[in-house]
């Protein structure tokens, strides 16, 4: 599969309809970065720098999908709310600006009702949805239980909505644009591994898999991965590396497996049987000529 192409920087190069996620009299605002100051407030100091360069790497190639929620202060900038490990990403990406809510701090009566209301409207998708679940326990305190009596749905429910926000972007925007069901979704978020999830995500596209067969998949590497096997997924690597997984295996005598994502990144597994095995392995791949 080639190169997804950038979608633009900011909400609405993503979402046509970005209105549907606005509370009256504020909306998405695009707000530059050198407006913004972070909350001296925040509890969180430490932020996870690889996981940081991950997201960028994605905020690079799909824009920021989930807005900063930010209070105006004086001077006539801004100071974040909600979304700071965005906003960092943002900074690596080289984003000059970011698509923002903008409200009131003491605004949180009117906010939650907007928001709840929002929830209620028949046409929202799922991420709209997981905004909107966000957005209430972030920016509102609003535990899963109170958020739950709040829109009439259960914690179950509310969480899987949840969890939708940390799958991949373009896992995001399949869902956004109807590619995907809630429910390959559900299936997509019980695997750790985002590079494991985009493989399928892209065979779910190519193949029309029905929400069935991706649960068949994702059971087998299941069952495949407690057996000490590694997970197969058709296509993982391209074709022309089969003679470089084949001449691995043969050369080191042993079912070396190798996989790539579609950005070229990925790596080479060799099993080994016994410390014995490994010193065999260890000593062909050392030996000098």
């Known amino acids: 599969m080639g190169k997804r192409s950038a ?10 309809d970005a ?25 969180r100091s430490k932020f996870d720098r690889e996981s940081l360069e991950e997201l960028a790497t994605s905020i690079k190639e ?11 202060i004086d001077n006539n900038k801004f100071q974040i709310i909600a979304g700071e490990r965005r906003l960092r990403a943002a900074q690596m990406a080289g984003l000059k600006k970011v698509p923002a809510y903008v409200r009131d701090a003491g605004d949180d009566g009117m906010l939650e009702m907007a928001l709840v209301e929002n929830i209620q409207r028949e046409d929202l998708d799922a991420i709209e949805i997981a905004f909107s679940y966000n957005r209430l ?26 969890r939708l926000l940390k799958l991949p972007a373009v896992i995001q925007k399949g869902i956004r644009e109807k590619e995907l069901s809630m429910g390959h979704a559900r299936t997509l978020i019980s695997i750790d591994d985002h590079d494991t999830q985009i493989a399928i995500y892209e065979q779910i596209i190519k193949n029309d898999l029905s929400v069935r067969k991706v649960e068949e998949l994702v059971r087998k590497m299941g069952e495949e991965k407690e057996q000490g ?47 014995r095995d490994l010193e065999r392995i260890v000593d062909i791949i050392t030996e000098k000529e």
Do not use: W
Not at 62 to 72: A, E, H, N, S, V
């Open 19 to 43: 209105g549907n996620l606005r509370e009256p009299g504020t909306g998405v605002n695009e707000i530059d970065l050198s407006l913004i100051e972070a909350n001296p407030f925040q509890p």
């Open 62 to 72: 799909f824009g920021l999908i989930q807005p900063l929620t930010l209070r105006k």
């Open 137 to 162: 326990i972030e920016e509102c305190n609003l535990t899963q239980e109170n958020l739950s009596a709040r829109v009439g749905k259960k914690r179950s429910t509310i969480a899987n909505y949840l």
């Open 229 to 275: 096997a590694q997970s197969k997924i058709p296509d993982k690597y391209p074709k022309a590396y089969q003679a470089v997984k084949d001449n691995l295996s043969k050369i080191l005598e042993s079912n070396v497996d190798l996989s790539m994502n579609n950005k070229g990144r990925g790596k080479i597994v060799i099993p080994f049987k016994s410390a």
């Open 7 to 16: 979608l633009g920087r900011g909400l609405g190069a993503l979402i046509d």
